[in-house]
Structures are given as C-alpha cells and as structure tokens.
C-alpha cells in the first residue's frame, strides 16, 4: 500500500468517525435504530492489514467513540469482535459470488467489488458488531427482545448509512477493467 | 514446553482476540461498579472539546425554542419574585406593627424578637449553572455532558437540577466538562417523598413510553394512601439534590393482596429531550452531614 492509500485510510477514518460523533450520535429513528456508521472505516481497511493489527485499530477506535458515549468498552469490545469474524465474513462472500472476484482487490467497497458481495460482508460484519454492542449495554437477559428489536433496527439503519456513504465518498481507486 | 509455544504461536490471533475482548470487558465491569475516570467518558477533554464545537454549531438551528423556553422560565421566575415580594411586605407590616405594640407595652428590649435564626442556615446550597453539550435518551444507560468542570468547582456526586427538576448526578470531571449520569440509567435511584404525605420512598427509571419517561416508587408501604396524581419531591436525606426538588407525577398505583409495598408508576417532570442549561448543586455542608453520619455509624 502506497503513500496514497494510508492518506485514503486516514481520510476514511476522519470522516466516518466525524460523522458518527456529530451527527450520527443524535439521531435515533422510532427510538429504537441507531446508526454507527463509524464501523464503515473498519469495513473499508485493507485486506492485506495483518489481523492483529486491524484488530488493535479496531479496539482503538472503538474507545474513542466509547468515550463520547461514556460507556468505556462497550464499542471497543463490539469492533474487535467484528474484526476478528472479518475473514469468515470474506469467506462467505468469495463463496456466495464467482471466483477470483477478491483477487487484486485491497480494499472492499462497492466500487470494487460491486453491490451485492459488498452487501453480504458489510451485513455479517454489522450485525456482529450490532449483536454484541446492544447485548453487551443491555447486560439483563429479561430484555431480549427489545435488545433484539434494537439490533435488527439499528443493523439496518447502520447497513443503509454506510452503502449510500460508499455511493457518496468513495475514496477506493477504482479497479482496473 | 516447545509443543506449548507452537500452539499458543499458531493461534495467536485468537489469544490476541480473546486478550483484546477481555481489556474491553473488564472496562465494561469496572466502570459500571466505579464510573469515576474522567479520563474514559465524556468529559475528557479532548472529547469534551469536539462535542462543545458540535454543541455550538447546533445551537443555531434551535435558538428559537431555547429562547422561548427561557422566557418561560422567566416568567415563572417573575411570578415567583412577585409572590415573595407581597410576602415579604405583608412580614414587615406585621413586625412593625409588633414593633409598635413592645412600644406601647412600655419600651421592652426589641432583640427579643429579633430574628434569632443564623442567615447562614438559608444558604448552605450553592447553584452553578451549566450548559449541557451533549444529551441521550434512547439509550440503555444514558449520560449528560456539561461544559463545565473542576475548574467551575464541579465536582463528583454532585447533583444536577433543572427548573422543572432533577436531572441526574455528576458522575466525572475533568477541569473544563463534567458527565452526568441521567435520571435515565439503571444506577440512578433517588430518594424521594411523596409531597402530600411526606412518605419516604425511592424512585428509579422504568422504561420510555412513546413522550413520557415512566419511573418507578418504590418502598412506599401498603398502609399509607396513594392518590394518582400525587407530586413526587426529593427527600433532604440524600444530601445530592435539594429538598423538595420536583421529581414527578403519580401516574398509576397497583396494590396486589399479597404486596408490603405499593406498586407506584410516575412520570418524571423533567423534559430530558430539551434539556438546555441545568444547575449543579453544592452542598455545603454535604461532607461534614456525611462525616457525622459515618461517624454515628461507627460508633455503633
């Protein structure tokens, strides 16, 4: 990866997580979906990024959201979860789609790879992410439910956001055709 | 040994996983039992800063209700200041009049019914007021962040009021922002009485109810009557909001045959929506009230 794609990352990481902390964090649809379109920034690292440290990045990241949400942990634990099934999530989308659609890919986006397997990874990863956050702040087992509800609303806001922001900024080079 | 190593070696990701997963947890645990970092919340300040700018450039889109909310207050506050105002003229038509009777009754001594009470007494409560920069509702634990902090003479459990009520307890400062813990956190409970009878009781929040913000009341017992309806005031035993602080309404009251306390649902006054500027309360004599309690306890 050039000097280029660390100033894409680096942009990418500024702008999702400016608009998770200002913007995204005021806005809550029929009190139950919320959006962390942050997450998108951890969707978008590269795939060569060695596991380890994607997963640093990931805890990293998550805290400092953390903070502005006064719940220490909470999002840290959720984005290294979701980092850590990042491969299986790959697999499942190399699997679902023709062959060789992630070779010379770096970075997964909907310009790269399209529409659909860029749907498959992005969902599997966000409701990950969604599952443990919500599960994880609730801490009670008599509020399933309503912590299921929670997930599968804010799953699908977050999932919406974060496509039309690929539509939006797409800082991913176009690959080659 | 070696087997060992390559094993650990081999799944390392895994352990760094379960190593990363375990920090976070453990962040999770602990500050839900302590909650006193400054440095992990909203009030650290780089945090603190980013959210006052957001504050400030969102202030512009709802200027018109704040103002009109303000003027509210206002209002009330003028009505407040003329009923104290004939109060007080009404007092010093009635001591002077005394005044003139201890005249005629042969010039006795007028200190004697001078006002003996110690002026101090009135003012062991301090109200700093604060601006809130960041505000949720909708979450599982909800916090508030003020811009102001230790630097203000904010300070950890201090509580938070607004003119419609309580708002919850500081939870962390750092030297320009505090966090609160809202009324709307599982952790919150409040000493409370019921304005009419003067029962003693705690409330905790319940749940979100489409506009309304439903508590509970707990501990109130089944002998004592409880009329829908009801205000809810805190109780000076807390020592965190001033007395008589409104807390809420008595919305519904259950009572089973088999219950020792009623099951009483209120809805909180306080709009946690539009919260805009709230006062923290310093309670001068909190420590040594604190001292003195700890003090008869150990005595024990």
Wanted: glycine share 6%; with cysteine.
């Amino acid at each position: 990866m050039g000097s280029k794609g660390i100033t894409a990352q680096l942009i990418n990481f500024l702008l999702y997580t400016a608009l998770q902390v200002l913007v995204m964090r005021n806005i809550v649809l029929f009190d139950v979906s919320f959006c962390y379109v942050y997450v998108a920034a951890l969707l978008l690292l590269p795939l060569n990024t060695p596991q380890m440290t994607s997963m640093s990045i990931a805890f990293a990241l998550g805290l400092f959201v953390d903070m502005f949400y006064s719940t220490p942990g909470i999002n840290a634990a959720a984005c290294v979860l979701m980092m850590f099934l990042r491969p299986f999530a790959l697999k499942m989308v190399s699997s679902s789609s023709q062959s060789g659609l992630l070779e010379g890919v770096n970075v997964l986006s909907v310009t790269t790879v399209g529409f659909r397997p860029f749907l498959i990874y992005a969902s599997v990863l966000i409701f990950a992410h969604h599952t443990t956050l919500f599960f994880v702040e609730a801490a009670r087992a008599n509020l399933f439910f309503q912590t299921l509800q929670k997930v599968v609303a804010s799953g699908l806001f977050t999932l919406g956001i974060v496509v039309i922001s690929q539509y939006l900024f797409d800082t991913t080079p176009q690959r080659k055709r | 040994m070696r087997k060992l190593l390559e094993l650990l070696y081999r799944f390392r990701t895994f352990f760094f996983f379960l190593f990363l997963e375990g920090i976070a947890i453990f962040m999770v645990i602990r500050f839900n039992s302590y909650q006193n970092s400054a440095f992990l919340n909203s009030s650290n300040a780089l945090v603190g800063a980013i959210l006052e700018t957001g504050d400030n450039v969102s202030d512009y889109f709802v200027l018109k209700e704040r103002n009109q909310g303000l003027s509210g207050d206002f209002a009330q506050l003028e009505e407040e200041y003329k009923r104290l105002q004939s109060q007080h003229e009404e007092l010093s038509r009635s001591y002077s009049r005394l005044l003139s009777m201890t005249d005629s009754l042969g010039g006795m001594d007028s200190t004697l019914i001078a006002p003996t009470v110690p002026t101090d007494t009135f003012v062991s409560l301090t109200y700093i007021p604060a601006k809130v920069i960041s505000n949720s509702v909708y979450h599982n634990q909800n916090f508030i962040t003020l811009n102001k902090g230790a630097n203000d003479s904010l300070a950890p459990n201090m509580g938070i009021i607004c003119p419609q009520g309580v708002v919850g307890k500081i939870v962390a400062v750092s030297d320009n922002y505090a966090t609160v813990r809202s009324v709307l956190h599982p952790k919150t409970i409040i000493s409370a009485q019921i304005s009419s009878s003067k029962v003693i009781g705690s409330v905790k929040w319940k749940e979100r109810e489409d506009d309304k913000v439903l508590g509970q009341l707990l501990y109130i017992p089944r002998h004592v009557s409880v009329q829908v309806g009801d205000t809810v005031i805190t109780s000076g035993y807390n020592a965190v909001y001033p007395e008589g602080t409104p807390i809420g309404i008595i919305e519904e009251v259950h009572l089973k045959d088999d219950q020792t306390f009623h099951d009483i649902t209120i809805n909180f006054s306080t709009d946690f929506n539009s919260l805009y500027y709230v006062y923290a309360v310093d309670h001068k004599r909190k420590q040594e009230k604190e001292e003195l309690e700890k003090a008869t306890q150990d005595g024990l």
